[in-house]
């Protein structure tokens, strides 16, 4: 069974840092493009950052400076470090990516930035 699952959520201070972490079961992420999303309460989802399998990495404006992404093919891992975090950052993020010709998402983990 193919699946993502993501892992590293929690309840940070504004300011702090969290790396969340995306692992692949059932299927080989080292040539997939794997993607982060985030969706805050009360709006849509929105498209944060992404690794190529070539590891070419790409960020949206509101988390460029701020958030890496970068990949462990040995772990079949793809990691999002988030840096000075803020409260607008406060949402489930979710990894996405397809493998075997078919679009899979993770569950989802909560980050919550709040003092």
């Known amino acids: 069974q193919v699946q993502l699952v993501e892992s590293g959520g929690g309840l940070v201070q504004p300011g702090g840092s969290l790396r969340l972490s995306c692992v692949a079961s059932?299927?080989?992420?080292?040539?997939?493009?794997v993607a982060w999303y985030r969706q805050a309460p009360g709006k849509e989802r929105e498209w944060t950052a992404l690794i190529t399998g070539g590891g070419t990495s790409n960020y949206a404006e509101s988390v460029k400076g701020r958030f890496t992404i970068s990949r462990d093919n040995a772990k079949n891992t793809v990691y999002l470090q988030m840096d000075s975090l803020k409260a607008e950052d406060t949402a489930v993020y979710s990894c996405?990516?397809?493998?075997?010709?078919?679009?899979?998402w993770g569950q989802g983990t909560q980050i919550t930035v709040s003092s």
């Open positions: 996405h990516a397809i493998m075997k010709g078919r679009s899979y």
């Open positions: 059932g299927s080989s992420l080292s040539v997939n493009t």
